[in-house]
């Protein structure tokens, strides 16, 4: 069946550490999301790509980092510098880049601070 | 800017009863599109209706229905006859036609717990 697959499903960073989440899909989607999840809280965006080798920050960039070398996945780095990490991370694909499509959503990566 | 809110963050509701979950939009843009997805205790959030602004239809899906009222920014999600399978976060979302990237917004979401 075709989807998007995260992983690790949980993961642990120590301090001072890069820690990458993976995301891959089999739908054949032009574009990939990742947001981050807090406790009680909606989604808000870190990085979008809508074509392979282009990314943009979305509204909460800082500390994290992203690659497109693939159509098929966009790891997200979560950087030493992005002070309060601990979340849960998801990533989203739509076939392009209108507004009007739905997401379609992983199973999400729960990142702790050791 | 485009906002979403979700005033009610934790419904508790017996099985069968039926439940509305209220949602208010503020956007600038007169093409958007608003949806509502669902999250259970697993994760991954699960998409369940999409609307565009164009059209005020209100639409029923099974014991789903929804009401989108332009007039008040509303777009409000109700279940009917309940039961514990629906227990979940529900979250609306709104995205503008003229923004970057697909970008969505999110609500903070209501967390729906029907009890047996």
């Known amino acids: 069946d075709g989807g998007i697959t995260q992983s690790p499903k949980y993961l642990f960073r120590k301090e001072g550490q890069n820690v990458t989440l993976s995301c891959e899909q089999n739908?054949?989607?032009?574009?990939m999301y990742w947001y981050r999840q807090d406790p009680g809280q909606g989604l808000r965006l870190i990085y979008y790509?809508?074509?392979?080798?282009?990314?943009q920050k979305g509204d909460i960039a800082e500390g994290y980092s992203v690659s497109r070398e693939k159509k098929e996945s966009f790891p997200l780095t979560v950087t030493s510098a992005q002070k309060n990490p601990t979340a849960f991370y998801l990533c989203?694909?739509?076939?392009?880049?209108?507004?009007?499509?739905?997401?379609?959503f992983g199973d999400g990566t729960r990142l702790s601070i050791l | 800017a485009q906002k979403v809110t979700q005033a009610q963050t934790e419904i508790s509701v017996v099985e069968k009863e039926d439940v509305t979950l209220d949602c208010v939009y503020e956007?600038?843009?007169?093409?958007?599109?608003l949806f509502w997805y669902k999250q259970p205790p697993s994760g991954e959030l699960v998409f369940l209706i999409r609307?565009?602004?164009?059209?005020?239809q209100n639409e029923i899906s099974g014991r789903y229905s929804w009401n989108f009222q332009k007039s008040t920014s509303s777009f409000n999600f109700t279940i009917t006859a309940s039961q514990v399978v629906d227990s979940a976060v529900y979250f609306c979302?709104?995205?503008?036609?003229?923004?970057?990237?697909?970008?969505?917004?999110f609500g903070g979401g209501t967390r729906v717990l029907v009890k047996p």
């Open positions: 989203a694909s739509t076939p392009g880049k209108g507004a009007r499509q739905p997401q379609h």
């Open positions: 979302a709104l995205s503008e036609a003229g923004a970057a990237g697909n970008k969505l917004t």
């Open positions: 739908l054949n989607h032009d574009a």
């Open positions: 790509s809508q074509i392979v080798n282009d990314f």
């Open positions: 956007t600038r843009d007169t093409t958007y599109y």
């Open positions: 609307r565009n602004s164009f059209d005020e």
